[in-house]
């Protein structure tokens, strides 16, 4: 009995430091980046130096070089491709839950979008902005990104549907309610918490872009990351510069992470438990 | 009881058209335009000769555009480096990820703040991601080299023989999250009694993860390794932001040859064909990897 205690605690400790060793294997290139932005140039070409003094002059250049403007941008992409996404998903998600619509098919042949390559989509997407005189503008960035971005939140949708009791509607058309009053003003309002973390989560996949938006965009819609790998080619390296940018455009999607990370497990994995 | 209802039920367009289509209408029309509609364009594009460098030579070629593009050695290289890519980064993903889950669901402290800080590098832009590890790889100024360099280490990262690797690598410092977020959630809902079955058995820890936890494991692994596999096919910001293919050819991937066949030489029906050589690829596997799992579940 004793052996095994003392094997079961060696095995504790294992674990621990595994645990421990990944964690800063996470944190170790962030605060990298962290510290580097606060570098001077002199500094910058000394890596292993941990204690500087820190300058201002990186991250006054940066916003003074307009990655506000990128910011922006990247914004109004993310927020008008969640804003469409949830128009045109959300009904569709709860006529596939509660009145299984199309079956199974629906269900799971939505997913089947996502096995589409970009590379597949972009050539069309590029040349009928082209014909439409929109290349280089927002509206094919967005409708870029609403073809990967629908139906994965849709499907997150789908099994937030699932956990609402179907009896909720009828109880509300006995009520006197119109079918479509039920689901606006009963039905929706229960996956309110489960929409939110599906419209964060389509927001952070639109603004994690950068295939479609470096074609679609073009030089004048740059969206965020399209502007970070910019530092990397423009003038040689600005690493100082380039390690404001990457903290910008990441400070919100790790903040906007902490919000919907409980939730994202049962989006992802829920669509198909009870289907 | 609710005479609303059948009144419209017996209305002739609820019944044609009825109320749970109509829910559908909006997205099968934004599906249409976004992806029916371009999937046609591009199909039909592979068949023909658009460059939009020679303009007015477009005309139907035929299958001219997929052998002009099986006969480039840079194309077959492009496959096997992304396969290579693939197989190196989601086997180290699933192996992390499972014992990164396995550690977690045991953990008692700091357990929230542990699990929040492990799951951030998914939601980190990957061309951010890229950009982080080329200069903390690069020779000259990153930290990684000079400290291997005091050990008496010297490596090159990104040299012809070791840049897919570490592009790999940087895959697994993104993604592992991802797959240790599933088979967490795949670990929660495992039933106790297996385990403790197993444990009155005598069995150690290790022998009941191999032969009683993975075992149950087995559909969640499988859905999770494939939507990882999926989606590390479509490699593109790290190559882009690192290597650009290069040295040589040693990190030319399908997503990046594409990029540069359509948008760098802008033969946009030859970069088509490729993305149509990748599609039939995938669905070839999915189809025997799904078809191996329906046997087996009824054997």
Known sequence: ?275 | MDDRRVDTAQRPFSRLFPYEWRMMTPLLAVMVIILAYPIAYSAWLSFRNVDLTKPGRDAFVGFDQYVTVLKQPLYWTALTNTFIFVAVAVTLELVLGLALAVSLKKQKRFRNLTRAILLTPMFVTPIAVGLMFRFLLNNQLGLVPVILQKLGISIDFFSADLALLSLALIDVWQWTPFMMLMLLAGLENLPEEPHEAAHVDGANAWQTLIRVTVPMMKPIILVAVLIRALDALKVFEYVYAITRGGPGAATETLQFFIYKIGFGYYRLSEAAAVSWTVVILVMAVLVLSLWRTTRGRSA
């Open chain 1, 1 to 275: 009995m004793r052996a095994y205690r003392a094997k079961n605690k060696f095995w504790t400790w294992v674990r621990v430091a595994f645990l421990w060793a990944a964690v800063l294997a996470v944190l170790f290139p962030y605060t990298w980046v962290v510290l580097s932005s606060f570098k001077s140039p002199a500094d910058l070409t000394n890596p292993t130096k941990l204690v500087f003094a820190p300058v201002l002059d990186n991250w006054a250049r940066v916003f003074a070089g307009g990655i506000v403007n990128n910011f922006g941008l990247s914004l109004l992409v993310g927020l008008a491709t969640v804003l469409i996404t949830l128009l045109a998903g959300t009904p569709a998600a709860y006529a596939i839950s509660h009145y299984a619509v199309g079956g199974r098919l629906a269900r799971f042949g939505i997913l089947l979008a996502e096995l589409i390559p970009p590379s597949v989509l972009v050539v069309p997407l590029f040349l009928v902005s082209y014909d439409l005189r929109v290349n280089g503008m927002v509206i094919p960035v967005i409708v870029a990104h609403l073809t990967f971005v629908l139906p994965v939140v849709t499907w997150f949708l789908i099994s937030f549907f699932d956990d609402i009791p179907r009896d909720l509607e009828q109880a509300a058309l006995i009520d006197g309610c119109t079918r479509f009053q039920a689901f606006l003003k009963v039905v929706l309002p229960q996956v309110l918490p489960g929409l939110g973390a599906a419209a964060i989560f389509g927001f952070v996949l639109s603004w994690n872009d950068m295939f479609y938006a470096l074609i679609l965009g073009g030089e004048t819609a740059k969206t965020l990351p399209v502007a970070i790998a910019g530092y990397n080619t423009f003038r040689g390296v600005q690493l100082g510069d380039m390690s404001v940018a990457i903290l910008v455009s990441v400070l919100p999607t790790l903040l906007l992470s902490f919000f919907i990370q409980r939730r994202m497990i049962r989006g992802i994995g829920g669509g198909g438990v009870k289907g």
